[in-house]
């Protein structure tokens, strides 16, 4: 594998958790389901890793940047688990609507495995070479961290506008600057 296929990879890395994370904000919109704070937690992992990713597409592709995506992978899986596990015991409500068979935070936790998983094999598969950046970012690759940057902005102030500058609520039914 070369630089260039790399880049691609890791621009499609970013690609798809940038979806990922756009469903999400798309989904709290159009069904109107606000995201609880685990919800937020494991956006917050969606974000480390697509920083990673990011980091990899604009500066090159390094051990460090894959780092940054396990640790990010690493905390959203946690976080998923943890919710997980409330909804496990028969009987518990799920939060949210289902989305193919399984809840928002199922998936979740689906995703931050199988990124630790492919982060594992390119870091076994590692070549010195991936390191050197000789060429300029390609225009898919500026497209892709444009609407990555977007996306993680577009959370941001939804988030402040469902929470404000306060906790959000352990079950939150509507948005804080829109009742105040």
């Not at 015991?89 to 936790?109: D, E, K, N, R």
């Amino acid at each position: 594998m070369n630089t260039k296929q790399i880049t691609l990879i890791n621009t499609l890395g970013l690609l798809g958790i940038t979806a990922v994370l756009l469903m999400g904000f798309v989904f709290q919109l159009a069904l109107n389901e606000l995201p609880c704070p685990l919800c937020l937690l494991q956006r917050i992992g969606f974000v480390m890793v697509m920083f990673g990713f990011m980091l990899n597409v604009i500066y090159g592709t390094t051990q460090r940047h894959y780092g940054i995506v396990l640790v990010g992978a690493l905390f959203g899986a946690a976080t998923s688990l943890r919710q997980v596990s409330l909804h496990v015991i028969p009987g518990t409500p799920g939060y949210g609507s289902p989305f193919l068979g399984m809840h928002y935070y199922t998936w979740a936790f689906v995703i931050f495995v199988a990124t630790i998983v492919a982060v594992a094999v390119l870091l076994m598969m590692w070549n010195e070479e991936w390191r050197q950046r000789n060429d300029r970012m390609s225009p898919f690759g500026r497209w892709v961290c444009l609407l990555a940057i977007v996306t993680v902005a577009l959370n941001a102030l939804g988030t402040f506008v469902e929470c404000g500058p306060y906790q959000c609520p352990d079950n939150p039914v509507s948005y804080w600057l829109l009742g105040a």
